[in-house]
């Protein structure tokens, strides 16, 4: 038996963990940020999968039997191919599962016009990846995104309540809104920017939907123990949580705390 692994490239799926641990507060997990290489957003397609496939199998070596992509840009360019091609070859029976699946299956409940907007990382929003999972559920969906690149930065160096973010959000939202002015629902489509709700909605209708994907993913994983009980079985619970970063342990921890309400102690990880 062993934890549920998180990993994110950086601080942003501590806001997915948090969603998880209060869901399932059984279980034991690790989070895993990869903050010395951050951010995955700009990289390419194959270097973001070698980072990837790199931290999910440190993760499977520290007794991790399922693994969560808290990462939109890790689970737009990375999931598949190790889902496909690396984890027949590494084990079988572990898994990995992304963020974008569960996010794009509640659409149809929450778009009344089937006009969708998406906010993410340019890595996120070059990959297409949001658009085509939509379309294979509903292909009448459309969907207009853009790119914030500003965004993951600002929050990480704690200037998300700023004049300077309030700058950034208005004019990604404006862009947003300016391209398809029928929008009724707004994926925020990276794990970051749930911390910059309040100040979005200063910029968009109350009537429309923000999609956050904390709660989303909680319940899908929930509902993905339930189907798979021979994979649940290997998940040990004593309600524990370990936090590493391949970085300062000083930094995770103090930009943690923009994240979670409790302080942590993260420990530094060495991937090679």
Not at 50 to 63: H, N
Not at 175 to 182: G, I
Request: with cysteine; net charge negative.
């Amino acid at each position: 038996m062993g934890p549920i692994g998180i990993f994110d490239s950086g601080y942003g799926g501590l806001t997915i963990l948090n969603d998880i641990r209060k869901r399932l507060p059984e279980y034991d997990y690790i989070y895993l940020g990869d903050n010395a290489r951050t951010p995955y957003g700009t990289r390419s397609f194959e270097v973001v999968y070698q980072y990837t496939l790199e931290c999910v199998q440190k993760l499977f070596s520290l007794g991790c039997h399922l693994v969560v992509l808290a990462c939109n840009t890790a689970s737009a360019k990375a999931l598949r191919t190790i889902q496909q091609n690396d984890l027949p070859g590494i084990d079988s029976s572990r898994r990995v599962l992304g963020v974008i699946r569960p996010t794009v299956e509640q659409l149809d409940q929450l778009t009344v016009t089937g006009h969708v907007g998406l906010l993410a990382t340019p890595g996120t929003v070059q990959s297409d990846s949001y658009p085509i999972e939509i379309h294979k559920l509903n292909p009448e969906i459309k969907v207009s995104s853009v790119a914030c690149p500003m965004w993951v930065p600002l929050i990480e160096n704690n200037e998300h309540l700023t004049p300077g973010a309030a700058y950034f959000v208005e004019k990604n939202i404006t862009e947003l809104m300016e391209a398809d002015p029928e929008i009724d629902t707004i994926i925020l489509g990276c794990t970051h920017y749930p911390l910059l709700t309040p100040l979005i909605r200063k910029y968009i209708s109350p009537a429309v939907r923000i999609i956050e994907q904390g709660t989303i993913v909680a319940d899908s994983l929930k509902e993905y123990l339930n189907r798979h009980p021979e994979l649940e079985q290997q998940c040990s619970k004593e309600g524990s949580c370990r936090y590493l970063t391949t970085e300062s342990t000083s930094k995770f921890n103090a930009s943690a705390s923009i994240f979670l309400s409790n302080q942590v102690e993260a420990e530094h990880l060495t991937l090679f």
